[in-house]
T-cell receptor, first 113, second 115 residues
Framework: DGGITQSPKYLFRKEGQNVTLSCEQN?????MYWYRQDPGQGLRLIYYSQIVNDFQKGDIAEGYSVSREKKESFPLTVTSAQKNPTAFYLCASSMGEGLGGYTFGSGTRLTVV | AQSVTQLGSHVSVSEGALVLLRCNYS??????LFWYVQYPNQGLQLLLKYTSAATLVKGINGFEAEFKKSETSFHLTKPSAHMSDAAEYFCAVSNYGGSQGNLIFGKGTKLSVKP
């Protein structure tokens, strides 16, 4: 079955360390997205990519970085510059302009201590 | 520019009662509209979508939504709430040529179901 996989489900890191969240899809989707979710704040877009080797900043890109070297993969790095990294992170993908909707992964909960 | 507003961050209903979650949109072009459901610590799952065909759209788990152009609304309903419907629900609108990805999401409505 095709889908989108985020790993790990739970991640703990010490303050000041960079950490990379994995997102892989086998849906042959062109576009991929990263969202951050905090209680009561809905979904906030971090980065998105419409095609390989290209990506755009979303609303809250500061302190994050991404790469899109393969169509299937869109990893997110949370850097030490991100002031409050503890959150639930969601990856999604879509065909083309997303008119069929997004497919979401199951999320990664990052806790920085 | 496209936008979506969900009225009410929390809605509480009794089991067996009607569920009504409100969504209003703004779009300069004919929109595609979506409802998603999210259970705790999980990703979002597509409930239903409007893609300019029938204005009444039926989705999974007994939910449906009606596209009303005159009211710029796409409210989600279910005739009889079940305990398993307790979750957070997100409305989304297509974002043609926008700079914020291809869908714009509302802030979500958390549905509680009382026994």
């Amino acid at each position: 079955d095709g889908g989108i996989t985020q790993s790990p489900k739970y991640l703990f890191r010490k303050e000041g360390q960079n950490v990379t969240l994995s997102c892989e899809q086998n849906l042959n989707h062109d576009a991929m997205y990263w969202y951050r979710q905090d209680p009561g704040q809905g979904l906030r877009l971090i980065y998105y990519s419409q095609i390989v080797n290209d990506f755009q900043k979303g609303d809250i890109a500061e302190g994050y970085s991404v790469s899109r070297e393969k169509k299937e993969s869109f990893p997110l790095t949370v850097t030490s510059a991100q002031k409050n990294p503890t959150a639930f992170y969601l990856c999604a993908s879509s065909m083309g302009e997303g008119l069929g909707g997004y497919t979401f992964g199951s999320g990664t909960r990052l806790t920085v201590v | 520019a496209q936008s979506v507003t969900q009225l009410g961050s929390h809605v509480s209903v009794s089991e067996g009662a009607l569920v009504l979650l409100r969504c209003n949109y703004s779009s300069s072009v004919p929109p595609y509209l979506f409802w998603y459901v999210q259970y705790p610590n999980q990703g979002l799952q597509l409930l239903l979508k409007y893609t300019s065909a029938a204005t009444l759209v039926k989705g999974i788990n007994g939910f449906e939504a009606e596209f009303k152009k005159s009211e710029t609304s796409f409210h989600l309903t279910k005739p009889s709430a079940h305990m398993s419907d307790a979750a957070e629900y997100f409305c989304a609108v297509s974002n043609y040529g926008g700079s914020q990805g291809n869908l714009i999401f509302g802030k979500g409505t958390k549905l509680s179901v009382k026994p």
